[in-house]
């Protein structure tokens, strides 16, 4: 049954956000003969729907005003519902980000519904939507389908695939209206000092948990990523790790932190919990450095050393560096 | 001020996965271990509880959705020093989703009446939906800030700071409203062995579909739209290859060797 399906896009620095690409991919692969809609608000985005098209979205509903640059509820609640009219949207989906994660479950209830939140699959059974989440901090995997006349769906990063760019691809664009008022007044923002290699960009992820005994273990985390070279390998952690204060909760990988697929990631005295698995299960290799044989990174992993870590970082450093 | 905190009792989060079963869509209860507070309302309430305490003169009332069983999870927000506790359980309630789970828990509310702010937990650690707290503020029409990990009050206002993916924020939003605490927060406060025995004398307050003016067609798996059609454990991968070695420089020689010959690195 064909679907008209509306990505919520987002904009990274006035330019189509990378999970935007990945949604319009799902979009199009569910749409079966629907339109591919996406509504963008803020500065870029005209400039970021021409883009769109390019990623498989037809439709582009847009306003480029400044004052939807910081994301506030109240402002963007009414532009998805314009959009969701707009485009005769069936299905909606969005980023599992901090937008996803506010207004996902707003546009569901406000449609007698539930949103399906931080999905990792979608696909069309015999004419019917089915998503797959992770649940039990992944322990378990739950498929739903939908009764409702809309099905709102928040979407995991880097569980779909961005369709290849077709160059000079067009649509039809049409404008949203301006924003409203907001009850909820954004007094301040402060960024996390994460400069360079973000890790949820970085080919190899080196993590610490709180197996590493104290934050002086970090030190020995952060000589392993630039072993690897810092072009390549960045830092993260466990949730344990960044609720003892030992790293920045912005480096935190897991369900209520980032989610990383890299090539490589290297878990240093992390046990290995479900709720941290969700967050780098899709990493195509993972190494487990830790002294207990039993802790159930090993399970999740392809390579392994049982050892303590401040002997195995410093040689395994050194070995590093030999190879070059 | 009147504040309330919405509180789920879930199966242990800390169960290993190996006594993690699963049975005809549903989680079978793991042998000899307790459900617990979810972890994330716990955070909820020592926030409500902290505000209680700079803001003086307020009522701290702890409502959770459930059976008989969740007066231990109600019972455990009142040894944390919450002052009243309902419980709200009906059969019908049974089976539903995040929206009629927030309807519940919004007519209930509704029913305490004079009610300033509402404290949740980010996500409860069962589902982890994080929907509930933002169906409250949708059904009762207040705003809501989510992930929280600090909440003061600032005359009429809740000044909230929030954890985003790369930073915080702080906002500011009017009374009444929403707030869904995140771990940031930091350790909720653990009950004294007298508070939780004056937790286990006071009284419950149960209250159900008829007592809220809620249809039973519209709560529970009746009212509930979206549909589990199936709940798996997934699929781990193949088996760990152990690097082993007489010393660590063995070990690490032995990884990078082996990292090379699988062209990950």
Known sequence: MAQNVLVIGEMVGGALAPTSKELLGAASRIAEGGTVAIALLGTGAQASAAEAFTFGATQALTSGDATYDVFRSDQWLPAAEAAIAQASATVVLIAQSMVGRDLGPRLAFRNGSSAAMDCSRLEMVGGKLQVTRPAYGGNALATYEFASALAVITVRAKTQEALDATAGATGATSELPGPGEARTDVVSREASASEGLQIQDAPIVVSGGRGLGDPEGFRLVEALAAAFGSERAAVGSSRAACDLGWYPPSQQVGLTGKVVSPDLYVAVGISGASQHMAGCSGAKAIVAINKDREANIFKSAKFGIVGDYKLVLPALIEALKQAR | ?265
């Open chain 2, 1 to 265: 001020m009147h504040l309330v905190i919405c509180a789920k009792q879930i199966p242990d989060p800390e169960t290993p996965p190996s006594a993690f079963k699963i049975d005809s869509n549903a989680v079978v209860p793991a042998a000899g271990i307790s459900p617990v507070l979810s972890p994330f309302d716990a955070q909820a309430a020592e926030a409500a509880l902290r505000l209680k305490e700079s803001a003086g003169d307020t009522k701290v009332t702890v409502i959770s959705m459930g059976k008989e069983s969740a007066q231990a999870a109600i019972k455990q927000v009142l040894a944390m020093g919450a002052d009243e506790g309902v419980l709200l359980n009906d059969d019908a309630f049974e089976g539903g989703d995040s929206y009629t789970t927030a309807k519940v828990l919004a007519a209930a509310i509704r029913k305490l009446g004079d009610v300033d702010a509402v404290f949740c937990g980010r996500q409860a650690a069962d589902w982890d939906m994080g929907q509930v707290g933002l169906g409250i503020a949708e059904d009762l029409g207040w705003p809501c800030a989510i992930v929280a990990k600090d909440v003061q009050l600032d005359g009429s206002a809740l000044v909230v700071q929030r954890v985003l993916t790369d930073g915080f924020e702080t906002v500011k939003e009017p009374l009444p409203a929403v707030v869904t605490v995140s771990n940031e927060l930091g350790d909720p406060r653990y009950p004294k062995l007298q508070q939780i025995m004056q937790a286990a004398k006071k009284t419950v307050t149960t209250w159900g579909t008829g007592d809220l003016g809620l249809d039973a067609s519209g709560v529970g798996a009746a009212g509930s739209k979206l549909k589990l059609v199936g709940l798996a454990q997934p699929q781990s991968g193949g088996a760990v290859q152990i690097i082993e070695g007489e010393t660590p420089e063995e070990q690490a020689q032995g990884l990078v060797q082996a990292l090379r010959d699988a062209r990950i690195i």
